[in-house]
Protein backbone atom coordinates (compact mmCIF):
# COMPACT_ATOMS: atom_id res chain seq x y z
CA UNK A 1 0.00 0.00 0.00
CA UNK A 2 2.81 2.45 1.04
CA UNK A 3 5.06 1.17 -2.39
CA UNK A 4 1.67 2.41 -4.42
CA UNK A 5 0.75 5.58 -2.59
CA UNK A 6 4.56 6.67 -3.02
CA UNK A 7 4.56 5.41 -7.04
CA UNK A 8 1.38 7.92 -7.39
CA UNK A 9 3.02 10.90 -5.23
CA UNK A 10 5.32 10.36 -7.56
CA UNK A 11 3.45 10.73 -10.46
CA UNK A 12 1.82 13.54 -9.40
CA UNK A 13 4.73 15.41 -8.44
CA UNK A 14 5.73 14.95 -12.08
CA UNK A 15 2.27 16.02 -13.45
CA UNK A 16 2.53 19.39 -11.26
CA UNK A 17 5.99 19.95 -12.61
CA UNK A 18 7.27 19.35 -8.38
CA UNK A 19 10.73 17.94 -8.59
CA UNK A 20 10.90 17.37 -4.89
CA UNK A 21 8.49 16.62 -2.26
CA UNK A 22 9.23 18.35 1.75
CA UNK A 23 6.78 16.27 3.91
CA UNK A 24 7.11 17.62 7.38
CA UNK A 25 3.61 16.58 8.65
CA UNK A 26 3.70 13.52 10.91
CA UNK A 27 0.20 12.46 9.29
CA UNK A 28 1.83 12.93 5.61
CA UNK A 29 4.86 11.07 6.35
CA UNK A 30 2.88 7.99 7.73
CA UNK A 31 0.38 8.21 4.55
CA UNK A 32 3.25 7.69 2.78
CA UNK A 33 5.58 5.80 4.52
CA UNK A 34 4.35 3.62 6.71
CA UNK A 35 6.04 5.42 10.11
CA UNK A 36 4.89 7.20 12.63
CA UNK A 37 7.45 8.62 14.61
CA UNK A 38 6.17 9.25 18.26
CA UNK A 39 8.36 11.55 19.52
CA UNK A 40 8.01 14.07 16.63
CA UNK A 41 7.71 17.78 17.23
CA UNK A 42 6.11 17.27 21.15
CA UNK A 43 10.09 16.91 21.84
CA UNK A 44 11.78 19.49 18.76
CA UNK A 45 12.63 16.59 16.84
CA UNK A 46 11.32 16.70 13.81
CA UNK A 47 11.00 14.11 11.49
CA UNK A 48 11.26 14.59 7.37
CA UNK A 49 10.42 12.60 4.48
CA UNK A 50 11.94 14.01 1.33
CA UNK A 51 10.55 12.10 -1.58
CA UNK A 52 12.37 13.12 -5.35
CA UNK A 53 10.67 12.55 -8.32
CA UNK A 54 13.86 11.06 -10.43
CA UNK A 55 15.82 9.99 -7.13
CA UNK A 56 15.02 8.30 -3.64
CA UNK A 57 12.77 8.58 -0.97
CA UNK A 58 14.57 9.71 2.00
CA UNK A 59 13.16 9.59 5.64
CA UNK A 60 15.15 12.03 8.02
CA UNK A 61 14.77 11.12 11.63
CA UNK A 62 16.39 10.69 15.42
CA UNK A 63 18.29 8.04 15.55
CA UNK A 64 16.21 6.96 18.42
CA UNK A 65 13.62 5.75 16.40
CA UNK A 66 15.79 3.79 14.13
CA UNK A 67 14.07 0.32 14.90
CA UNK A 68 10.95 1.65 14.24
CA UNK A 69 12.01 3.40 11.50
CA UNK A 70 13.71 0.34 9.54
CA UNK A 71 11.05 -2.07 10.24
CA UNK A 72 8.32 0.37 9.51
CA UNK A 73 9.35 3.08 6.62
CA UNK A 74 9.37 2.07 2.88
CA UNK A 75 11.40 4.10 2.02
CA UNK A 76 14.48 3.95 -0.32
CA UNK A 77 17.06 5.27 3.05
CA UNK A 78 17.30 6.62 5.96
CA UNK A 79 19.00 8.84 7.36
CA UNK A 80 19.52 8.96 11.18
CA UNK A 81 20.35 12.22 13.32
CA UNK A 82 21.22 12.85 17.14
CA UNK A 83 20.46 15.89 19.43
CA UNK A 84 23.05 18.03 20.08
CA UNK A 85 25.57 16.00 17.65
CA UNK A 86 26.63 18.37 13.93
CA UNK A 87 23.78 19.77 12.89
CA UNK A 88 20.95 17.64 13.74
CA UNK A 89 18.11 16.97 11.39
CA UNK A 90 19.88 19.71 9.27
CA UNK A 91 22.84 17.76 8.48
CA UNK A 92 21.11 16.19 5.43
CA UNK A 93 18.78 18.71 4.06
CA UNK A 94 20.65 20.97 2.17
CA UNK A 95 21.72 18.00 -0.17
CA UNK A 96 18.65 17.38 -0.90
CA UNK A 97 17.08 20.92 -1.85
CA UNK A 98 19.88 23.22 -2.77
CA UNK A 99 19.92 22.87 -6.87
CA UNK A 100 16.63 21.64 -6.92
CA UNK A 101 14.27 23.64 -9.48
CA UNK A 102 10.96 23.25 -7.63
CA UNK A 103 10.04 22.17 -4.16
CA UNK A 104 6.84 21.20 -2.53
CA UNK A 105 5.97 21.53 0.66
CA UNK A 106 3.20 21.70 3.55
CA UNK A 107 3.20 25.70 4.03
CA UNK A 108 0.68 25.65 7.02
CA UNK A 109 1.54 21.88 8.36
CA UNK A 110 5.72 22.90 8.35
CA UNK A 111 6.56 22.96 11.98
CA UNK A 112 8.01 26.94 12.28
CA UNK A 113 11.98 25.15 12.80
CA UNK A 114 12.08 23.27 10.18
CA UNK A 115 10.15 26.35 7.51
CA UNK A 116 12.98 28.92 9.10
CA UNK A 117 15.47 26.19 8.25
CA UNK A 118 14.20 25.96 4.07
CA UNK A 119 13.91 29.76 4.20
CA UNK A 120 17.60 29.91 4.67
CA UNK A 121 18.30 27.22 2.26
CA UNK A 122 16.01 28.15 -0.77
CA UNK A 123 14.56 31.03 -2.40
CA UNK A 124 11.13 31.15 -1.68
CA UNK A 125 10.37 31.85 -5.74
CA UNK A 126 11.24 27.60 -5.76
CA UNK A 127 8.84 26.27 -3.17
CA UNK A 128 5.09 25.35 -4.03
CA UNK A 129 2.32 24.61 -1.54
CA UNK A 130 2.16 20.61 -1.75
CA UNK A 131 -1.01 20.49 0.36
CA UNK A 132 -3.85 20.71 -2.68
CA UNK A 133 -1.80 17.20 -4.18
CA UNK A 134 -1.40 15.44 -0.76
CA UNK A 135 -5.23 16.56 0.55
CA UNK A 136 -6.68 14.93 -2.91
CA UNK A 137 -4.78 12.03 -2.80
CA UNK A 138 -5.38 11.41 0.66
CA UNK A 139 -9.23 12.22 -0.03
CA UNK A 140 -9.89 8.89 -2.33
CA UNK A 141 -9.39 5.61 -0.75
CA UNK A 142 -8.34 2.45 -2.02
CA UNK A 143 -9.76 -0.88 -1.70
CA UNK A 144 -7.13 -1.36 0.90
CA UNK A 145 -7.45 1.31 2.83
CA UNK A 146 -11.50 0.95 2.57
CA UNK A 147 -10.76 -2.51 4.08
CA UNK A 148 -8.75 -1.49 6.93
CA UNK A 149 -11.60 1.23 7.85
CA UNK A 150 -14.19 -1.55 7.85
CA UNK A 151 -11.84 -3.85 10.17
CA UNK A 152 -11.40 -0.74 12.70
CA UNK A 153 -14.70 -0.35 12.83
CA UNK A 154 -15.32 -4.19 13.32
CA UNK A 155 -13.36 -4.43 16.10
CA UNK A 156 -14.32 -0.50 17.80
CA UNK A 157 -18.21 -2.71 17.89
CA UNK A 158 -16.68 -5.99 19.42
CA UNK A 159 -15.15 -3.60 22.06
CA UNK A 160 -18.53 -1.53 22.59
CA UNK A 161 -20.35 -5.22 23.01
CA UNK A 162 -17.64 -7.08 25.37
CA UNK A 163 -17.76 -3.31 27.62
CA UNK A 164 -21.41 -3.54 27.74
CA UNK A 165 -21.45 -7.15 28.61
CA UNK A 166 -18.84 -6.33 31.26
CA UNK A 167 -20.72 -3.53 33.40
CA UNK A 168 -22.54 -4.32 36.34
CA UNK A 169 -23.12 -3.38 39.61
CA UNK A 170 -20.64 -3.28 41.60
CA UNK A 171 -18.10 -3.96 38.96
CA UNK A 172 -14.86 -1.60 39.17
CA UNK A 173 -13.60 0.38 35.87
CA UNK A 174 -10.01 -1.01 35.96
CA UNK A 175 -11.90 -4.38 35.61
CA UNK A 176 -13.80 -3.48 32.28
CA UNK A 177 -10.77 -3.20 30.48
CA UNK A 178 -9.79 -6.85 30.18
CA UNK A 179 -13.32 -7.71 28.48
CA UNK A 180 -12.57 -4.26 25.86
CA UNK A 181 -9.24 -5.65 24.78
CA UNK A 182 -10.29 -9.66 24.57
CA UNK A 183 -12.12 -9.35 20.86
CA UNK A 184 -8.92 -7.83 19.63
CA UNK A 185 -6.77 -10.11 18.76
CA UNK A 186 -9.27 -12.51 17.45
CA UNK A 187 -10.27 -10.11 14.83
CA UNK A 188 -6.69 -9.00 13.86
CA UNK A 189 -6.57 -9.01 9.88
CA UNK A 190 -4.96 -10.99 7.35
CA UNK A 191 -3.46 -7.83 5.43
Known sequence: MFKARMTALRERLT???IN???ITDDDSVYYYSGYYDYLHMDFGRPT????????????????MEKEMAQSAAVVDRIELWNDGMGNEWREALPGFLEGTARIGIEPDLMPPVVRSYVDTLVNPDRLTDLMPLVSQMRMIKSSDELQIARHAGEVGIAMMDAGRSAIGEGVPNTRLRFPLLRPVPARRPNY
Open 15 to 17: ESG
Open 20 to 22: VAL
Open 48 to 63: LLVVSVDGESVLITPS
